[in-house]
């Protein structure tokens, strides 16, 4: 975010972060509550739920004497936004240009951080998506399919941008977090299609008029997570700068999590990644063949594998080797190497 926005009201979901600056108009005990909310803006969001999320009270603050605010405003901002801004400037009366104009405006493009995404060049294109199957006991699908710790779902390429589309089904809500390489928000749709950006990157009057504005600011913004609304989808892209290895990529909502949506993603060095475009052809045929051979004999892939096995261990010399019921039996002999292995023969 490329300067500080104005607000009394902070969304905040799972795996969200947030600086944030308060003035108070006066000494007293004041409230901090998770304000009433529509479902559809929160992750308790579920079809023919209720609409409305009820207003809770989560801490107390209590606030001293001290120096009253000046009633003075700049521009739209209020009193607060000038109070705040004159007590950062004054504080930091040595700091360097251009962090210190970006001060005295509230910006923050000194500090903001920015990643090399913006290329006109075409970029590889990855899609997402966050579904919830309840054809059944409810399975809590990445890109249709359960979490597998030894599946790798994806992989980059080192100095590589990505675009991804990330969607969360009319289903239910979901929090997008991606570990290790951050994300520049490039556009939101929401369910009929529609960015909800105009040309100057703020919400248009359709996403305003649903009430929840919590989209607005975030045209352009690096971050690592963002809440999905059921029906909203995600155009992001990431730069794969400095980090060969494996991460994960997950909903935020831990019972989502725990059940399996996640999935592992890779990134692998230029060299690496162009031995594995020559080498992929070669693997396919191999594995097309050996296909084709268990087919020839009227097997599967697993029984295939299986009947090529040999009995090594010397205590095998006596018992038939592990074989499908339905083949022919097989028993071990002596072979007449050097080490006397065991070697299963018809």
């Not at 779902?153 to 979901?174: C, K, M, Q, S, Y």
């Not at 369910?191 to 919400?203: H, M, P, V, Y």
């Not at 997570?225 to 400095?242: E, I």
Request: glycine share 4%; with cysteine; proline share 7%.
């Amino acid at each position: 975010m490329d300067q500080m926005v104005e607000k009394d009201v902070n969304a905040m979901n799972p795996g969200y972060r947030s600086d944030v600056l308060v003035a108070f108009p006066s000494p007293g005990l004041y409230c901090i509550l998770d304000e009433a909310a529509d479902a559809s803006a929160t992750i308790n969001f579920s079809k023919n739920a209720s609409k409305v999320k009820d207003r809770r009270l989560l801490s107390l603050a209590r606030v001293g004497p001290g120096v009253n605010i000046p009633n003075t405003t700049v521009g739209q901002h209020s009193k607060y936004w000038q109070y705040i801004r004159d007590q950062l400037v004054a504080a930091n009366p040595t700091l360097a240009e251009p962090a210190k104009s970006d001060l005295a405006s509230l910006t923050l493009r000194a500090f903001a951080p920015t990643i090399p995404v913006d290329s006109p060049a075409k970029v590889p294109k990855v899609p997402v998506s966050f579904d919830i199957d309840v054809s059944g006991p409810p399975r809590f699908l990445l890109n249709n399919d359960t979490y597998d710790p030894n599946k790798i779902a994806h992989t980059g390429t080192l100095g590589e941008v990505e675009e991804w589309d990330v969607t969360a089904t009319p289903i239910a809500t979901h929090v997008f977090h991606i570990h290790t390489n951050p994300f520049k928000t490039m556009d939101i749709k929401n369910e009929k299609k529609q960015s909800i950006f105009d040309r100057a990157g703020n919400c248009t009057q359709d996403e305003i008029d649903t009430g929840d504005t919590e989209y607005c600011n975030l045209k352009g913004v690096v971050r690592d997570t963002l809440f999905l609304k059921a029906g909203y989808k995600l155009n992001m892209r990431t730069a794969y700068q400095d980090f060969t290895g494996k991460f994960v990529v997950h909903c935020h909502i831990l019972d989502h999590e725990d059940r399996g949506m996640m999935e592992n993603v890779a990134v692998e060095s230029p060299g690496h990644a162009y031995l594995q475009r020559l080498s992929a052809p070669f693997t396919a045929m191999t594995d097309d063949a050996t296909r084709w051979l268990a087919k020839l004999r009227g097997k599967d892939d697993t029984q295939f594998a299986l009947a090529a096995s040999l009995c090594s261990a010397k205590d095998y010399s006596r018992a038939p080797c592990a074989r499908p019921t339905d083949a022919p039996p097989l028993h071990c002999r002596r072979s007449h190497t050097h080490d006397g292995r065991n070697v299963c023969t018809a």
